[in-house]
C-alpha cells in the first residue's frame, strides 16, 4: 500500500479527521464528575481475557491510519511502543484497567502524528532516541534476567549437590 501524500495541513485530510474522532472515543469520550474523562477503551478493558486485545486491535488502526498518512518509521515505531504499553500494563488486573483509563495511548499518538506534521524534524529525533531508549533498556532487562537465571540456576545446582 502507499502511504497518503503529507499535507502541511493534517487536520484538512478526511483520514485524520476519523482517527482523531476515533482516539477520542477510545480515550475520553465520557465525562466524569471533577472534570475527568474516560474513554470506551478503557470500558472495553475491563471484559476479562479479550478485552485487552481489542482495545489493542482499535489503537492499532490508529497507528496503520497514521503510515497511511505518511508518518515516519521512527514515529510510527513510537506509537506502536505507546500501543504496547498500554496493553502489556492493562493486562495486569486491577492496577492495569485503571493505568488504561490513565494512560490515553490513542491520544499520545494522535499528538505524535499531529507532531509529525507541525515539526517533522523535532519529532523523529524524539521518536528515534525513545526508540533507542526503549530498545537499550529492552536489552539491560534481558541481560539482568539471564543473570538472575545463572545465579538461581547456580544456587539450585549448589543446593543439589550438597
Not at 106 to 121: D, I, K, S, V, Y
Request: net charge positive.
Amino acid at each position: 500500500m502507499v502511504a497518503d501524500e503529507p499535507t502541511a495541513d493534517i487536520s484538512a485530510s478526511p483520514r485524520y479527521r476519523a482517527l482523531k474522532r476515533l482516539a477520542r472515543l477510545l480515550d475520553s469520550s465520557i465525562p466524569l464528575p471533577g472534570g475527568l474523562r474516560i474513554g470506551v477503551d478503557g470500558l472495553i478493558g475491563l471484559i476479562p481475557g479479550i478485552g485487552d486485545l481489542v482495545g489493542a486491535a482499535l489503537a492499532l488502526y490508529i497507528v496503520f491510519g497514521a503510515h497511511r498518512l505518511g508518518a515516519s518509521r521512527s514515529v510510527v515505531v513510537h506509537m506502536l511502543g505507546n500501543v504496547a504499553v498500554e496493553t502489556l500494563v492493562g493486562c495486569v488486573p486491577i492496577v492495569g484497567d485503571l493505568f488504561d483509563f490513565a494512560w490515553k495511548a490513542n491520544q499520545r499518538n494522535l499528538a505524535l502524528l499531529e507532531g509529525e506534521f507541525a515539526r517533522p524534524t523535532e519529532t523523529r529525533r524524539r521518536s528515534r532516541w525513545l526508540v533507542f531508549s526503549v530498545a537499550a533498556g529492552a536489552v539491560a532487562l534481558l541481560g539482568l534476567a539471564g543473570l538472575g537465571l545463572a545465579v538461581l540456576a547456580r544456587v539450585a545446582w549448589q543446593a543439589f549437590t550438597t
